[in-house]
């Protein structure tokens, strides 16, 4: 590597003379007496881009310079070649454990000299290519993964709105619901059954595709959906096929952006088509039971039901936390995954207040108030 600066560090100015001369006419050279001046020079700009560093000195010797310069983040970088009269295996075993990158023995050869000079200076170099390209690849992985996540979120709330225009619950209760999941997988994280399966990725991704679990509704007649009434029978029927309208449309958006089985829409397409299925096999539109249920949907099912059990709806009247949580309690094992409700009823005071923080009116919510919507 032309133009670089290298430090001879010897106590012997004959030795650092003969290395001047074998290397003056290819390099810049900086001499060092002793392990204090090296350990000062080694930091001096521009810094070294090579070491030469005898053993053998009074007070600190090569081996003390070699940790102290390896131990401190300016100068670790640099790479050592030891130069000395210690020819002893050990004694160049010692000096290859503390890092030092070549070991030349003395009475020195010139031509050896320069030829490991050339060779270590560019392999440092290299390896610093190697390094700012890293960085390279850093900077763009970050700067796609951001694209990435942007196109994630645009598109999750492209087709939130599009539910939200056809649903006619409150977007607080989305906003309820969202964080009634966040919460329950955070706390699910200390169950070692969903530890592996709720890291922070996927915690995020549950999160954001929560809005998503009524999409389907965008599928449901006018007459039904937005009936001021309690459903018949048949009603209930049409209405129950809104898990396949929602899958289906957000498979087809998966398919649209070329996702396929792990894209970042699999938890909302689980969410929207299995959050009506009970841990009994009782629910639909498959009637899954037990663990085929995906834990999405699992997850979702407490969100929902809680969020309904808080809330007025026309066939029902708006039940206070305490009895949504005995009922929720009750249904563990036939309607929910009595593990999750565990965790459930460890976290219940989280939910209430996120009820409060998302009311819909600014009511009380003691406990013997219930939360109208």
């Given at each position: ?80 070649i030891f130069i000395t009269a210690m020819n002893d295996e050990h004694d160049e075993t010692l000096g290859f454990e503390l890092g030092a990158v070549d070991y030349i023995t003395k009475p020195i050869s010139p031509p050896i000299v320069r030829a490991r000079v050339r060779t270590q200076l560019a392999l440092a170099h290299a ?145 929207a088509y299995t959050h009506h299925e009970k841990w009994d096999g009782s629910g639909y539109p498959r009637g899954l039971a037990g663990d085929a249920i995906p834990l999405a949907g699992r997850l979702m099912a407490v969100a929902d039901v809680y969020d309904a059990l808080i809330s007025q709806r026309v066939y029902k009247p ?56």
């Open positions: 590597m032309d133009n670089a600066t290298i430090l001879i560090v010897d106590d012997e100015p004959f030795n650092i003379s003969l290395l001047r001369d074998v290397l003056k006419a290819e390099y810049r050279l900086v001499a060092a007496r002793n392990g204090e001046q090296a350990l000062k020079r080694a930091l001096d700009q521009p810094r070294p881009d090579l070491i030469l560093l005898d053993i053998m000195m009074p007070e600190m010797d090569g081996y003390a310079v070699c940790r102290r310069l390896l131990a401190n983040p300016d100068t670790a970088v640099i790479p050592i390896r610093a290519e190697l390094a700012d390209q890293n960085l390279h690849l850093e900077r763009l992985v970050r700067e796609r993964t951001a694209e990435l996540e942007i196109t994630q979120d645009a598109t999750i709330i492209a087709m939130t709105s599009m539910a939200e225009t056809r649903d006619n619950e409150t977007g607080n209760h989305i906003r309820r619901t969202q964080n009634y999941i966040r919460t329950l997988a955070i706390a699910l994280r200390t169950d070692p059954a969903f530890a592996e399966h709720l890291d922070d990725s996927v915690i995020d991704l549950l999160y954001k595709s929560a809005p998503l679990h009524d999409i389907g509704k965008v599928g449901i007649p006018d007459r039904i959906l937005l009936k001021p009434d309690r459903l018949n029978v048949e009603e209930f029927e049409i209405m129950k096929r809104h898990p396949g309208y929602g899958r289906a449309a957000i498979a087809k958006a998966e398919q649209l952006l070329g996702d396929n089985q792990s894209s970042f829409l699999r938890y909302a397409r689980d969410i708006a039940f206070t936390h305490e009895k949504s949580v005995e009922i929720i309690i009750a249904g563990s094992g036939s309607y929910f995954d009595p593990r999750i409700i565990a965790t459930f009823v460890c976290i219940a005071e989280e939910f209430r207040g996120i009820a409060k923080a998302f009311s819909d009116t600014n009511v009380d919510t003691k406990d013997n108030v219930p939360l109208p919507v």
